[in-house]
């Protein structure tokens, strides 16, 4: 049985830690006195009641106390604040809103957590290049509400969308319900402006299609603040679509419904979302907001089309008809706006509606090709009766990113660690199926151990020197995304050749 | 003036030199006799005559004969070709077709060219999945042509796509005419396998949308075969669209097209091609295959809609509406695929046709923000003036990505120098602009000096830091794309601080 991912973490099992010691041999009072003369003006709380809102980010299971949390205003501030942790080499853990859900900003004891909270400006809005150029703290939403009179919108759209920042999004590489046709945070973000850990101002990324050099900035999105702090973004605006409407399809079995999305790709367009539903989430979001789902459908796929009238017309007529060749036997097309809304709303409310079944859930993360879809489902079933947890599943379908939702309560002995469990082999399931272990949510530190199944020594051990190339002190979020080789090995995970790890260049044991 | 790109690359001003000398000590016989035992049966070519195909590649002013050519079949060759050239410290130069135009598989005197056109297999085609694996040296075209009987294509398309691998698309990041609708090389490609420079076989990316930790494998596209060798491809295949047509819309002046360029796709669609030829590209197009372009026209815009027929009937109409608007005196639209066909044709044949004109050429390549378009052709023509060289102009609009072409006669005294020189100038306007100094070409040896304009020294400086990471022998292509920091600050174009570079760690002189 996996063991429980906070239990790997404290014992040290992630990404490089600080190299040096000297933050041991300086007291906190000390590193707290030289933060607040470096940055006068600047907040550094430090009281326990000032530190206990920042003591987790969305998973929320795992909880550190950081030393001090410091929120500064202005890229010179960050830059000071950086320059001391890495005098000190100490941890630096970046925040946004908090809202990831695999432990990305979880502090670290003894560590500084830098929150990005009040860089909340847009800074400009070029409707013609259709570009924005935003400080990391703004909210995904405000982007877009700012692009509106304009006709435009930022694409990505977590579900945390009205609270997570820009600053987040990058370093989780977020998606959303339309990732589907518009492409995750890499493919929509043109630049960014990052801090080292050294406190050097780097530029990545340009307001082009291409950027010569090598492409850094695909590189950074996605690095969970491993590789250095954001302080700017620029991000591609697109024009808003003039009608959308979704189709709400049921089916009498999770397997139709799965080989369904199969099919509707296959009809050679891309639908805006195509959600999936099974009967466990139905029952949770048709009592909460009372969307009008059929409660009795094994399974309900949503999908939206949008576009010009005549384009989406078109896609609605094709989709209604492979949704019915494949067993759906209750269809609800959107009249109107509002009704497309209150259709999106059950699905959107499903997690928070799935937490009124059970105390806890746990929401995992995955991804599969769409073809091993109607396997994955049959097999999370087999695995949820296995370990007599129930498992809700509301997912983005159409890319194969899964969203198994794991119903425990905490207050029972052993539960928690069973779910963990349980996701564990959820996990390493889709690493079986051909897919990756993270869809949209990053490794954080919930993932570290299925990192180990999913890449090879080689591949972890390029992922190390890449974290080196950026931050070879170790200080930006030690312990996160990337394990350190003897964990995996010591999970018994990796190969190891007569007592060595292949890489002895990065690690020996 | 910029001093020549090549006489630069000789004097070794480029991406870090193989650190050892291990093959300076090592007679060229033996190196042979070591490469020849490691990989029997595998074809090692070192007789002059045999090398001289290999002595350049697009890029055809400059020329480089290496010790010797290596033409694997298996990747385990391949492994053993670098453990040789890895123990002696010989720089290993990949190479695909050979038709790159920025220089990137020049040889180098002394070191190996590999080339990989012997893997060509399509190893699997998945039309349900939408993915093609396959082997590097499989030239662009040959995917689209296998996944044709499934519908599907591959998008990106090169002017060079019935030669050019797609080994040698990944390593520059190859364009071509509808990436502005379907995305640069790196959007189109999910997986890669690569061997490094020790021989460690890396799989990068996944079939996902999104694949945990760092995303190595964009950083790998456009790497310009500093960072590995390619061996294995996964592409993504997209639905051929079932109608496509060409609007062909004339204007009176340069400055109206370009500006029309900006409001088009200010519309809100996103044309699947959109080009523009100057006159002097007008003229040698249509004098050379007679595609009925009006001779008189300052500029041309071609603009291509696909998609389903409803949807291209509007775009159509909104397009000529606009064009109208912007000052459009002509307008032809494609009626047949024939038809289309031949409007396409004109374009396709513009480079070989201004060829016609001028016993040389030399094709430049950056890209601006679109908003700036009328302003830099403007300046270009300023420039070619200035330079008494004609300039060309063919290129793809819609994303702002110039392809200069520069009309000269290299049999005449410093014409050449002249021409790289007027080059290096348009690519700094390009930067001035706000733009990028490639689009599709990279930088090979030929923009090494733009480099220093368009990055400042702590982006270069993490540009090595990354290429250490992979490389730290520094066998692979070294003294393409990355310059090194004394040769920017030999050139003045970096700020140097006391008589030290700000980065002591990476070079200090």
């Not at 977020?174 to 589907?180: D, Q």
């Amino acid at each position: 049985m996996t063991p429980s991912p906070l239990a790997s973490f404290l014992r040290g099992g992630g990404a490089q830690e600080a190299h040096g010691a000297a933050s041991r041999s300086c007291s906190p009072q000390e590193i707290l006195r030289r933060l607040r003369s470096a940055i006068p003006g600047c907040p550094v709380l430090s009281e326990p009641e000032e530190l206990r809102p920042y003591e987790c980010d969305g998973l929320t299971a795992y909880r550190e106390t950081p030393l001090a949390v410091a929120i500064p205003e202005s890229i010179a501030q960050v830059q000071e604040i950086l320059r001391v942790c890495c005098a000190l080499r100490l941890p630096v853990i970046p925040r946004g809103a908090g809202t990831g859900l695999s432990g990305g900003a979880l502090p670290r004891s003894g560590g500084l957590l830098l929150s990005m909270a009040r860089f909340r400006k847009i800074l400009a809005l070029d409707p013609l290049n259709r570009t924005a150029r935003v400080e990391p703290g703004v909210t995904n939403r405000a982007i877009s509400e700012a692009a509106a009179p304009h006709g435009l919108f930022y694409a990505p759209d977590p579900s945390s969308e009205v609270a997570c920042t820009i600053g987040g999004n990058i370093a989780e590489n977020a998606g959303g319900l339309h990732c589907l046709k518009y492409g995750l945070t890499v493919h929509n973000v043109l630049a960014v402006k990052i801090l080292t850990p050294e406190a050097e101002l780097l530029t990545l990324g340009a307001e082009a299609l291409d950027s010569a050099g090598f492409d850094l900035l695909a590189l950074f999105v996605g690095s969970e603040g491993l590789l250095g702090v954001v302080v700017e973004a620029t991000v591609r605006l697109l024009p808003r679509p003039p009608l959308a409407r979704l189709i709400v399809a049921a089916f009498a079995s999770v397997d139709s419904a799965a080989a369904a999305v199969g099919k509707l790709i296959g009809r050679g367009f891309v639908p805006a979302a195509l959600e999936m539903m099974d009967n466990l989430a139905i029952r949770a979001a048709e009592e909460f907001v009372h969307a009008g789902y059929p409660m009795d459908a094994a399974a309900l796929l949503l999908c939206e089309c949008d576009g010009p009238p005549e384009e989406v017309d078109e896609q609605i007529a094709l989709a209604e008809e492979q949704l019915r060749e494949s067993g759906a036997y209750f269809l609800r097309l959107s009249c109107s706006e509002e009704e497309r809304l209150l259709l999106w709303k059950g699905r959107k409310s499903a997690f928070p509606a799935a937490g009124r079944m059970a105390p806890d859930y746990y929401c995992m993360d995955g991804t599969i090709p769409r073809r091993a879809l109607p396997e994955a489902l049959r097999r999370i079933a087999r695995l949820s009766a296995e370990y007599g947890l129930p498992v809700a599943n509301v997912f983005h379908a159409g890319d194969g990113n899964l969203h198994p939702l794991i119903l425990y309560d905490a207050s029972r002995p052993d539960e928690l660690k069973r779910a963990e469990s349980l996701g564990g082999r959820i996990s390493e399931l889709c690493v079986e199926l051909g897919g990756v272990i993270t869809g949209e949510h990053g490794v954080g530190v919930e993932k570290l151990d299925q990192m180990c199944i999913q890449f090879r020594a080689a591949e972890l051990a390029q992922f190390h020197r890449i974290k080196d190339a950026f931050d070879p002190e170790g200080i930006l979020n030690p312990g996160k995304a990337v394990p350190l080789l003897h964990r995996c090995a010591e999970l018994g995970a990796m190969h190891v050749h007569r007592g060595t790890l292949p890489f002895p260049g990065i690690e020996r044991f």
